[in-house]
């Protein structure tokens, strides 16, 4: 069982920039593809990046291409989302996840209990 923490999460104004992190346990951090997720109020989760075992090959939502970086530690058992350029629409609440299978989708294992992001304007 993997459990998964986000944290960095807060206010943020138009044009800043904020980094989230995510610690996992209880597994083998190495083998397992990371992803993050964000739901926005009156809206369903959506993906946002994601990131293979090795940290070698990355995924993104065309909504955050060159504005938000993921990026792992293996050593420490974290993913990282740095986000810049931040924009009012980016406001969410940010989930990690955990899973076997490099994806898009929400075929995710284990979930976090997410980490909110205010941007305003």
């Known amino acids: 069982q993997v459990q998964l923490v986000e944290s960095g999460g807060g206010l943020v104004q138009a044009g800043g920039s904020l980094r989230v992190s995510c610690a996992a346990s209880g597994g083998i951090f190495s083998n397992y593809v990371m992803g993050w997720f964000r739901q926005a109020p009156g809206k369903e989760r959506e993906f946002v990046a994601t990131i293979n075992w090795s940290g070698g090959s990355t995924r993104y939502a065309d909504s955050v291409k060159a504005r938000f970086t993921i990026s792992r530690d293996n050593a420490k058992n974290t993913v990282y989302l740095q986000m810049n350029s931040m924009k009012p629409e980016d406001t969410a609440v940010y989930y990690c996840?955990?899973?076997?299978?490099?994806?898009?989708?929400?075929?995710?294992?284990?979930w976090g209990q997410g980490t909110q992001v205010t941007v305003s304007a």
């Open positions: 996840a955990a899973g076997r299978v490099y994806t898009v989708q929400q075929r995710y294992d284990y």
